[in-house]
């Protein structure tokens, strides 16, 4: 019934950051690929997003990137988590926990407690 | 998103606005591993390899919708599109250079005029003194003036005496440091350096002066406490005076410099940009407080109470540097009593009815003193100014709008090919920003060059520094002429119908009412400006010349005027003997013809007040106010031409031995002895020791009525005044010798120079010039501001005539075909000349009728600034009228005929 989600907004830069932390370095088409899997296909992702949010990341120090060679031998851009990205992974995941908790027990309330 | 990861993001988008063919290639290189990598996974999920090239494609989103997405986030898009409107901007700009140079210029003009008053106003009113956390700094002031009783000086609400400064320097709670100093001369003392005697203004300071106020040094060092203790004979020199004086030769240090004959061993030099706390003067050169009677405060004659450290003596200035966290309130709380308690000693048991000193703290922001002289007329130069700006933008507009219509086929066409209306906006704001920029850079370079002009014409010591504030007041006025430029000439463009614009020929097709109507506005306006502008330079011209024609009461050309200071001679009796023998060779000397001397020099400001009584009774209400008096030699009637009435002029013969006898003038004669019968009654001189005890000393004999002249300043009332012969007071006090001659006095220097040089090799000669320079220079700041508003005047006739040109002949360019058509049918030369004259003279009646009531509330704030001029002064406001209607006629009267004629050849159709 329901549609595949968008991605929103800010929540991919974790899911990045949580992938590199899972996977260690990576490249790109990885991490896209890593996210749609986690999400068991319920996520609609162009994989052409990824690269704006690396890009903001990197520029944001949480990331850092070089050139490597992947399995089969291509040429590609492997992306690692830097000490700022872990600390501030850390910092997200702990907020989105909390306001998963709060908005979970928030909906749940369904009888006014007297 | 902490802020220090946003700075960085920022930083790393602003390097993304460069290198970006680099940047491409990567993100290409990037794009096409991805795909690849894609492609063989959906190879091998066994798909064809058509089907897995377009399933990956499909899924990445596209590739340059990707790219697209990922620049944005790379760069600053924004900044990006800037740069390449400025880019375009230029290229527009260089096409019109004639346009470029005209706005550029007329803006120069603007901001550096406006630029070049507000650092005057920085330096006089705003700025702190150039030191380590200035505003920590304060100094002490009596607000109430002394203790009764005490012997003070010029400065009576800013001095204190030694006991006090000792009491407050002992508390530690308050300043972390408190400084004292103290100026050697009212002006300038003697000085010699090597062979030849010239003068310098030096001060005697505490041992923490330099160290206190945190002054860094180019060369050698400061004092140290034990240096004021010892009274050590060292001197620091100020860096202007090392400059002028050393040519910055580090060799200066060591050397010795005599100051009243005394030497004193260099061991410093203060960093640039310190010129002293004393107020509007630059100190040269400070040496730490000495106790010899030669080097006193004020150059006072050393006495029982007159003398370092004497309770009784108060010259001493402090200034002190308040703890952090201390507040003013707190801080005179917390010295109050000690001050009270250290005011009264060596006074005896206070009066309990006289009035009590208070404790104050004064601002060290501006200039001390200034503030209250400088404060109106600087804010009304600022406004005139600020009118110069508002005429110079008005005509930059215009001249944007006319240039903007004939570009309205261009922006017509870019409206059509998809420009919208914002990126239009951005690209008039960015070609504003250019004239403006380049405005501010060339009115920078013309403001360094004005406030030194400035600096030299008010004879300020201290220059007008162009700091930070001012930098920032620039480029304040700046941005907002461009925003105002930007927005002007886009309303218009935005309104433009595109498709009408795009099928007319003519570029007439759009001049609505609205337009033509908000033209006419801005020329009326810009001539109403014009008008105020005018009418204050005219009230400030004629109070200039208010000045220059007052009767004075005596020959003021053929005067020279200088001041000696013999501080080797001593007693009065020396002092005597040594003017008189002075006085005779002068008069010797070839091209003088007559030679006599005063104490208190004529037009200076300087003067002697005081109360004498006449018979021996004191003068009762309503004549008890003060007299003036002065102390002149031989032959001072004659010498200065004043009018001897009734008796004698003082003569060789009136020595120190002979009977007392005094000159009063016509105003003294006429207040106290109506009946014409002066000769022969006596004054009296009063000494108050303590309130209340009145003591009779010497007494005078009149023996001569002279004229009333003109003794401190030009434009002071006549009042009663005596007239002593110098020999004949106690002590005998420095003399200014005035010499009458037919040439030009300032040729007497030289020989007088030697004349001085013979009678004593460390004798100075004081500020030499002709006495009408010293009474011009009683009015000198009057003198100022008139000539400051007359080029501000001739400024903005120049900018509204050349707007007014501008326009006119736009206007009559753009209605060549109305005016073809009209002649066509026969409409008569006279009428089309009064088609195009009604419309300029209806804008210039329309400029008058709103521009005279602004200009009379402008003359009304100014009248404390007019002398001898009112507000509503017609003459003033003539002379404007005259002045704006010649600009506005005096450019479109020869053109229009000469357009008329051309449009009868029929090139108009």
Redo the contacts between chains.
């Keep these: 019934m329901t549609d595949k989600t968008d991605v929103w907004q800010g929540t991919l830069a974790l899911m990045i950051l949580k992938t590199l932390q899972t996977l260690g370095p990576l490249h790109g088409y990885g991490i896209a690929r890593r996210i749609e899997q986690i999400s068991g296909g319920m996520l609609s992702l162009n994989y052409g997003t990824v690269y704006p949010a690396l890009l903001k990341l990197e520029q944001e120090g949480s990331i850092e990137s070089e050139w490597g060679v992947s399995d089969n031998n291509r040429k590609a851009k492997y992306y690692k988590l830097t000490r700022a990205g872990q600390k501030q992974l850390e910092r997200e995941a702990r907020d989105w926990q909390q306001a998963q908790m709060i908005l979970a027990k928030f909906l749940s309330a369904t009888e006014p407690s007297t | ?1 902490s802020l220090i ?2 700075m ?2 920022g930083f ?2 602003l390097a ?1 606005l460069f290198q970006k063919q680099q940047r491409d290639a ?2 290409s ?3 096409e ?2 795909l ?3 492609i ?2 959906n190879l091998r999920a066994g798909m064809t390899p058509e089907a897995a090239r377009r399933d990956a494609l499909t ?5 340059e ?2 790219r697209e ?2 620049r ?3 760069g600053l898009p924004f900044l990006d599109t800037t740069l390449q409107d400025l880019r375009f901007a230029f290229r527009v700009l260089r096409k019109n250079p004639g346009f470029t140079l005209v706005a550029i210029l007329t803006l120069a003009l603007g901001i550096g005029a406006n630029t070049a008053v507000f650092s005057v106003m920085n330096t006089v009113l705003l700025r702190y003194l150039p030191l380590p956390n200035p505003q920590e700094l304060v100094f002490l002031r009596l607000p109430n003036g002394p203790p009764e009783g005490v012997s003070t000086t010029g400065d009576d609400d800013r001095s204190f005496s030694y006991p006090v400064f000792e009491a407050i320097r002992k508390e530690h709670a308050v300043f972390s440091d408190l400084m004292a100093y103290m100026p050697l001369a009212v002006d300038k003392v003697a000085v010699r350096i090597g062979k030849d005697p010239e003068e310098a203004e030096g001060d005697m300071v505490s041992g923490n002066f330099f160290s206190g106020l945190g002054v860094s040094f180019t060369r050698g060092r400061g004092f140290a406490p034990e240096d004021e203790t010892a009274h050590a004979s060292v001197v620091v020199l100020s860096y202007s005076y090392w400059s002028t004086r050393f040519g910055r030769s580090s060799s200066a240090i060591g050397q010795t410099i005599y100051v009243k004959g005394v030497p004193f061993t260099v061991i410093g030099v203060t960093a640039q940009g310190f010129y002293g706390v004393e107020p509007a003067s630059s100190t040269d050169f400070w040496i730490p407080l000495q106790n010899r009677p030669e080097l006193t405060a004020w150059d006072e004659e050393p006495s029982t109470i007159a003398f370092y450290g004497s309770p009784k003596w108060w010259c001493i200035q402090l200034i002190g540097r308040v703890l952090p966290g201390v507040t003013a309130s707190q801080a005179l709380a917390r010295l109050d009593p000690i001050f009270q308690s250290a005011a009264l000693i060596g006074l005896g048991t206070p009066d309990p009815k006289a009035k009590k000193s208070i404790l104050a703290f004064g601002s060290t922001q501006g200039i001390q003193g200034m503030r209250e002289d400088y404060q109106k007329p600087i804010q009304i130069l600022l406004a005139m100014v600020g009118l110069v700006l508002a005429i110079a933008c008005a005509n930059v507009s215009m001249l944007l709008v006319a240039r903007n219509a004939t570009r309205a086929r261009e922006f017509s066409v870019r409206v059509a090919l998809g420009a919208g209306r914002g990126r239009l906006l951005r690209q008039t704001l960015a070609e504003s920003f250019l004239l403006v920029a380049g405005g501010a850079a060339f009115g920078w370079m013309f403001a360094v060059s004005g406030s030194r002009a400035l600096a030299a014409w008010s004879g300020a010591e201290i220059p007008f520094v162009l700091d930070a504030r001012v930098l920032l007041f620039t480029l304040a006025i700046s941005i907002s002429c461009a925003i105002v430029f930007g927005l002007t000439p886009l309303r218009r463009a935005a309104s433009v119908p595109v498709a009408v614009t795009l099928k007319t020929s003519n570029a007439t097709a759009h001049r609505d009412q609205r337009s033509s109507w908000s033209g006419k506005v801005a020329v009326a306006s810009q001539m109403a400006l014009c008008l105020i502008l005018l009418v204050g330079s005219g009230l400030l011209v004629r109070s200039l010349r208010n000045y220059q024609t007052l009767p004075l009461g005596l020959r003021v050309d053929g005067l020279l005027v200088f001041g000696t200071d013999p501080f080797s001679v001593r007693s009065d009796e020396e002092k005597e003997h040594f003017y008189q023998n002075m006085l005779a060779r002068l008069r010797e000397a070839p091209g003088v013809e007559s030679a006599t001397l005063v104490s208190h020099r004529l037009g200076s400001g300087w003067g002697w007040n005081s109360v004498w009584a006449i018979d021996g009774v004191m003068p009762q209400a309503p004549f008890s106010e003060s007299m003036s008096a002065n102390h002149v030699g031989p032959d001072f009637c004659h010498t200065l031409g004043i009018p001897i009435l009734r008796g004698r002029d003082v003569t060789d013969a009136d020595t120190r031995s002979a009977p007392k006898v005094v000159l009063v003038n016509e105003t003294f004669s006429k207040r106290f002895f109506p009946k014409g019968d002066a000769l022969g009654h006596s004054v009296t001189t009063l000494s108050s020791t303590s309130v209340g005890k009145i003591k009779l000393e010497n007494r005078f004999t009149i023996v001569g009525v002279i004229g009333d002249s003109k003794y401190k300043r030009v434009d002071e009332k006549s009042k009663a005044t005596l007239y002593f012969p110098f020999a004949q007071s106690t002590p005998i006090p420095n003399i200014q010798v005035e010499l009458r001659t037919g040439g030009d006095p300032e040729a007497l220097i030289p020989s007088v120079h030697a004349i001085l040089h013979d009678l004593d090799p460390n004798l100075p000669m004081q500020k030499p010039m002709t006495q009408r320079a010293q009474f011009d220079e009683s009015y000198s700041q009057a003198r100022l501001f008139a000539r400051l508003s007359i080029f501000f005047g001739v400024v903005a006739v120049l900018l509204v005539a050349t707007g007014l040109y501008g326009t006119l002949a736009y206007r009559v360019e753009r209605r060549t075909s109305e005016i073809g058509v009209r002649m066509a049918l026969g409409a008569q030369h006279g009428q089309v000349l009064w088609l195009i004259l009604r419309e300029s003279l209806l804008v210039s009646g329309a400029a008058i009728l709103a521009g005279v009531p602004f200009a009379i509330a402008g003359a009304r704030l100014m009248r404390s600034m007019l002398f001898g001029v009112q507000p509503g002064d017609m003459i003033s406001f003539l002379l404007a009228l005259f002045g704006v209607s010649c600009c506005a006629r005096g450019f479109n009267h020869p053109r229009a005929p000469r357009n008329a004629r051309r449009y009868h050849h029929g090139t108009a159709l």
């Design positions: 998103m990861r946003a960085r993001a790393q988008r993304g990567e993100l290189a990037e794009l591993s991805h690849q990598l894609h063989e996974d899924k990445l989103g596209g590739v919708q990707t997405n990922y944005d986030r790379r």
